[in-house]
């Protein structure tokens, strides 16, 4: 099974900055990584997938970086709407498809 | 607009069973495969299984392999998720997820969730 982990636990950012969040994986995936915002009471949202591509709907202050085994997740000017917790998942080795354990991100 | 609803809360003795639906609209539901995530305030999310309905075939997670079974009902467009042999740490949001067809999974719509709550 492959581990998936993130950090940091917790970014404190303010409205407007750049936050960067990481996820690593325990082997290399490839480009076969997801990103997911999920806010309280809300199931995830799915935000990036391929590692790069934004899901549709998805405003391009969010990008994602990354193959192998070291992923990044951009937010380039943080809205007040982007507080949340946010997971990275792969799919290159499975069963099972891993999630990484949160970064939240709050003000 | 694709639309995953849940059914209801459900409170269960340890060692029996629990069965969610997940209702599709929207879509065409034998495009897609619909996976089971569930979230633990202490585990995170996992991932429990996945169906292919236009298939039939479903995969399982090790740690869930001998306890859950995933179905699905073409006519009317509902994946079920049955977990057995219930216990205390299985108390945790169970969510239906979209996922493409193939061996990348990863997953655009996700259903409101259904808050399951194992008792005594």
């Known amino acids: 099974e492959i581990l998936m982990t993130q950090s940091p636990a917790t970014l404190s950012v303010s409205p407007g900055e750049r936050a960067t969040l990481s996820c690593w994986a325990s082997?290399?995936?490839?480009?076969?990584l997801a990103w997911y915002q999920q806010k309280p009471g809300q199931p995830p949202r799915l935000l990036i997938y391929?590692?790069?591509t934004r899901a549709t709907g998805i405003p391009p202050r969010f990008s994602g970086n990354g193959s192998g085994r070291e992923f990044t997740l951009t937010i380039s000017s943080l809205q007040s709407e982007d507080f949340a917790v946010y997971y990275c998942?792969?799919?290159?080795?499975?069963?099972?498809?891993?999630f990484g354990p949160g970064t939240k991100v709050d003000i | 607009q694709v639309q995953l609803v849940q059914s209801g809360t459900e409170v269960k003795k340890p060692g029996s069973s629990v069965k969610v639906s997940c209702k599709a609209s929207?879509?065409?539901?034998?495009?897609?495969?619909f996976s089971w995530v569930r979230q633990t305030s202490g585990q995170g999310l996992e991932w429990m299984g996945r169906?292919?309905?236009?298939?039939?075939?479903?995969n399982y997670a090790p740690d869930f392999q001998d306890r859950v079974t995933i179905t699905a009902d073409k006519d009317t467009t509902t994946a079920y998720m049955e977990l057995n042999r219930l216990r205390f740490d299985d108390t945790a949001v169970y969510y239906c997820?979209?996922?493409?067809?193939?061996?990348?999974?990863?997953?655009?719509?996700w259903g409101q969730g259904t808050l399951v709550t194992v008792s005594s």
């Open positions: 997820a979209r996922g493409p067809v193939g061996a990348n999974n990863w997953f655009d719509s």
């Open positions: 169906i292919i309905p236009i298939s039939d075939v479903a």
């Open positions: 082997q290399g995936v490839s480009s076969d």
């Open positions: 998942q792969q799919y290159h080795n499975w069963p099972p498809f891993t």
């Open positions: 391929d590692a790069s």
């Open positions: 929207g879509d065409i539901f034998t495009s897609y495969t």
